[in-house]
């Protein structure tokens, strides 16, 4: 999917990330009860999973139906003339993407969060950018500058803020889980910004999470815990429409911000999904202290300094 260079391009692709954030922080805060209701977090992932591979799927439907038979034509055509080292690569990288980043990362992220609270699972999972920057500069040739440490600094001392410090994370196993998971996630974002070249947001999204659900199945299978899927009762039903529509969202509108906008950028923005999640705890019944506020003040700076140095450099 090809988009047009440009300071349009690139704040889109921030804004469509501010809406991944969005979509991130509600869902952490409902998965944080779903998870609860199953008798294994990885049966709730398998679940969910499913319903986000299913509405991807129609979505990925209704919108091939919309697109014009020269467009589909010309994509083909694009396709058939690819170089077969550039399939190889291609073919290694929807493999991790699909078995690690749709599978084995939800398998340790859920089963971490159903062993920790969800606004010390979101500050780690907010880590992700700090993974993305390390790999990203080597791999992408995506330059860090000055200002864009300035800002990721702002974001990650105030999502450090806004989860209530780093002392109550702890090295439990739910926390190491969760780290892990994300450490596993950023590879996969740079794999995708890479895979984003030659193909569409859309395909990789179907392929992530349907060959991840396929994982998740075999890994219930293999631990004689499948028939758990045809017993779920209309309660479990509920968490899993609910969290994998969010899923799917979340999905969706990631891959598509990175096919426009830089994999640090993009990720920075993410971070903003821990503000989201602490304010509906507030919501819950949950006292926020003072260092929340500012962290949220902090994580708002942050986003608003990505935000006009993208332009600076898009004008530039």
């Known amino acids: 999917m090809n988009y047009p260079s440009g300071n349009r391009r690139q704040v889109s692709g921030l804004a469509i990330a501010g809406a991944t954030a969005l979509i991130s922080g509600v869902s952490v805060f409902v998965n944080s009860y779903g998870v ?18 299913v509405v991807l799927i129609v979505g990925a ?18 396709s058939s003339a690819t170089p077969v080292r550039a399939l190889s690569w291609r073919a290694v990288g929807y493999a991790y ?8 990362a939800f398998v340790l992220f859920f089963d971490g969060l159903a062993r920790t609270a969800a606004a010390p699972a979101a500050f780690l999972h907010d880590t992700l ?9 080597p791999v992408l040739s995506e330059r860090i500058s000055a200002f864009n440490l300035a800002a990721i600094g702002l974001l990650v001392v105030g999502a450090v803020a806004i989860s209530g410090g780093v002392g109550h994370l702890g090295l439990g196993s739910g926390p190491l889980l969760v780290l892990g998971a994300t450490v596993l996630w950023a590879a996969e974002t740079v794999i995708v910004k ?13 392929i992530r999470m349907g060959v991840g659900a396929i994982v998740l199945i075999g890994d219930l299978l293999i631990t004689g815990r499948l028939s758990g899927l045809a017993t779920l009762g209309r309660a479990q039903l509920g968490w899993a429409l609910i969290t994998g529509v969010l899923l799917a969202a979340y999905v969706a509108t990631w891959f598509v911000a990175l096919s426009r906008a830089r994999a ?6 993410l971070v903003a999904s821990v503000a989201v999640t602490s304010l509906l705890q507030a919501m819950s019944g949950k006292t926020l202290h003072e260092p929340t506020y500012l ?14 140095f993208g332009r600076r450099r898009e004008l530039a």
Request: a positive charge; aromatic letters at 6%; zero cysteines.
């Open 36 to 53: 609860h209701d199953f008798s294994s977090s990885t049966l709730y992932t398998t679940a969910k999973n499913i319903v986000a591979t």
């Open 61 to 78: 439907l209704i919108f091939n139906a919309m697109r014009s038979g020269q467009a589909r034509a010309a994509q083909r055509t694009s």
């Open 97 to 104: 993407v699909g078995i690690i980043g749709g599978g084995v």
């Open 129 to 137: 950018v700090i993974f993305v920057a390390l790999i990203a500069w």
């Open 194 to 206: 890479r895979l984003l070249s030659s193909t569409t947001p859309g395909r990789i999204a179907i």
């Open 264 to 269: 640090i950028d993009v990720t920075s923005v």
């Open 295 to 308: 962290g949220v003040v902090l994580v708002a700076l942050g986003i608003a300094a990505l935000v006009a």
